[in-house]
């Protein structure tokens, strides 16, 4: 494994080889360190010591008719989540404000299912003019599942600035994690995105049973795809899905991971996504210099570490908040979930 090459080709935002992005998956614990250090150095060469903190707020809830092994809100799932159709304003405008209170910068708005109605979609356009109308500097990010040209240039007309919609794992393994729709689809919907206007979100889920070579797949698709937010999420396997049980991942094999999609992708926006404090662990500090953001507090139906243990773990590390002119970092608000969300499940795979 050559850091010293992989150092120089991120540091020109180039990214690594396929072969090297195998071997750092392949490396051992003795050059755990050394990667870590190289991936860290491109990190601060595009991102300096800022971490961008993502909220998210659930808009709608379970009941999806897609079969998505990972997800608590899949067909059939009996996870103990909640289900709700559309939360009301006020409660969107609640966990809004408890979000940016505690310094998130992008705001992420998810709603479970297949795709958006049209009437889903003037729903949400009210939403995001409402919120980018009090807040103006803020990022907003929709997840409604796939959407066509017309509806994904009907969003970013009202004001969303991203949308996320995962390709989650690569298209050899798609078939063994849901069978309702298809990976082509999901690809799909990122063209109409980009078309749109609006910046793609979208990144992966490791755990699943997947190969190194179907993860160093997918995270080349992401890059080829031109995608500038990349979340990686570790399957969290939650009682009452497929999944459950599957337990692969440690915290290395999630810095290795972490370090792979970095050098891959020097200049996009990394993120440590769902099941970081399960898998990552005590690592997690390691991990905050390969990535440039992260989650603040919950998941969508996965409890989180509390605002503030994620604010102490970015001063811990060094580093400051985005939007925080690089002052200490702003008093945490108490962690607001629309509704209380159960020990669920799901893990920001959302359609
Ligand atoms: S990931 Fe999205 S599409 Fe798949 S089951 Fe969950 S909510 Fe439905």
Known sequence: MDLAKMTA???QGQSISREDALAVL?????????????????RRRFFGNRVKLNYLVNLKSGLCPEDCTYCSQRLGSSADVLKYSWASPDEIGRAVEAGLAGGAKRVCLVASGHGPSERDVNRVNGIVEGIKSAHPGTEICVCLGFVDDDKAQSLHDHGADAYNHNLNTAESHYGEVCTTHTYEQRRATLDALKAAGL????????????????????????????????????LLPFDGTPLAGHDELTPQRCLRVLAMVRLVHPDA?????????????TQQSLALQMVNSIFLGDYLTSEGQSGAADLQLIADCGLVVEGSEGDAPREPATSVPIRRRGVGTDVLANA
């Open 9 to 11: 080709l991120g540091l």
């Open 26 to 42: 392949r490396s051992n614990d003795d050059e755990l360190m050394p990667l870590v250090a190289a991936a860290s150095r491109v």
């Open 199 to 234: 910046s793609p979100c979208s990144g992966i889920i490791t755990g699943m049973g997947e190969t190194d070579e179907e993860l160093v797949d997918v995270v080349f698709a992401l890059r080829e795809a031109g995608v500038r937010s990349v979340p990686v999420n570790f």
């Open 269 to 281: 926006e990394v993120r440590a996504g769902a099941g970081r404090e399960e898998h990552l662990r």
